[in-house]
Structures are given as C-alpha cells and as structure tokens.
C-alpha cells in the first residue's frame, strides 16, 4: 500500500450543516459532494464536514489544529469575511518569514488561518 499525496482532512461538528453553510457560503469553498455530501475541495485535497457521535460543543483546545487558506490578498480576504461576520482574533500578524497571517473562528470555535505567502 502507498499513501497517495492527496490529503483530506474530516472536521467533526455537533452541528455538520451550520458549519457546512459557513464554508461555502460564507468562506465561499467549493463543494465536492462526489466526495461526500459536506465535502470541499482544496486543491488536490478535500476538507470533509461531518457530523460524529462523540463530538460536542464547541471546539476545546482550537489551537491544536490550524486549517489553512492560502490567499493573494491578505486585506481584500479579511476585509471580505469580516463584512460577512467573521470574527478574527488575531490581524495581519507579520511573521518571521516574511508572510502575513490573520486567524479565525469558524461557528464550532475551530481556529482557521488566512496565509499570505511574501512577495
């Protein structure tokens, strides 16, 4: 057996429909319903929402895992999601290789990264 490299990564909710609805609509992800009906795709990967047994409230250790977002335009993103109501808990950080990070929660409380790679 090989691990192919497509990564796919299954985001367990109380609440699997509110958090689909902010990843497409808010977010605006495409959806990969050929994958699974709450499925994104990320480039040659997928971000999976599900809902699951044994998850609960909100997300209780959020930094634990960081789901990522490449952008182009830090501002213009940022901008754009909080007129949508976002709420960001860190802005613009500039980080010590040159790029930019803006962190935020999606509804379930899970810690969610816009990325500006350095020009």
């Not at 990564?9 to 958090?19: A, Q, T």
């Not at 499925?39 to 209780?60: D, K, M, Q, Y």
Request: glycine letters at 12%.
């Amino acid at each position: 057996m090989a691990i192919l490299p497509t990564l796919s990564l299954n985001l367990g909710s109380p609440e699997p429909e509110g958090l689909i609805a902010f990843y497409r609509d808010t977010l605006g992800l495409t959806p990969a319903p050929e994958m699974s009906p709450g499925a994104f795709a990320l480039g040659s990967g997928f971000l999976i929402v599900s809902g699951h047994s044994e998850v609960t409230g909100p997300a209780s250790d959020p930094a634990r895992y960081l789901i990522n977002f490449v952008v182009d335009d830090l501002d213009a993103e940022e901008a754009r999601l909080e007129a949508g109501g976002v709420t960001f808990i860190r802005s613009k950080g500039a980080e010590p290789w040159g790029g930019r990070i803006s962190t935020f929660l999606d509804p379930d409380g899970n810690y969610c990264q816009l990325i500006e790679a350095p020009s």
